[in-house]
């Protein structure tokens, strides 16, 4: 069972330049969610979706876009890349709202 | 002030330790979580409680929700346990967690 994947592991980008990053479960969770981790500032909410066809913004969403797919998956968008958005992205699921949280094992991006 | 505060923020302790983390939170919740990161590593899921006390293994977590507090306890650690910690609160009514900045904990040999 692979729970949460997310691909890619390493990514970097050059100011400007765009990319998505991936996110699939197989749990069939209906909630779904992207954070961004970044030093002394701890887990920061960038998007959810709470069941499918739906998503929502949360606390950091300037400079993101998400698309969630269908309920396995939940794709985050950087349109054009800024040195801000140097983070460890993770995704993660739940099956309902208030529900233990799966997370993805992380992304690392870095924007020169 | 933050919603969710943790203490301590670093925590250096000796193997067999009884560790112990806090938790204190100002918004009323459905659900708190604790979660442990290691080094470079994903998140982990240990505990998600709404009241009273929840056990696995060497890890304890209990929740006051009068108080509007929470504790992690660690029995006999152990240098696998270096990790930091994560509070997580489902606050009542929203979709998001609200969470702690994480606690440091190395378990020296």
Redesign the interface.
Known sequence: NAGVTQTPKFQVLKTGQSMTLQCAQDMNHN?M?WYRQDP?M????IY?S?SEGTT?K??VPNGYNVSRLNKREFSLRLESAAPSQTSVY?C?SSEY??????????TRLTVT | KNEVEQSPQNLTAQEGEFITINCSYSVGISALHWLQQHPGGGIVSLFMLSSGKKKHGRLIATINIQEKHSSLHITASHPRDSAVYICAVSSAGAQKLVFGQGTRLTINP
């Open positions: 909630s969610y002394g701890g887990l920061r909410l959810y709470a929502d949360g606390e993770f993660a709202r208030v529900s233990p949280l799966h997370f993805g094992n992380g």
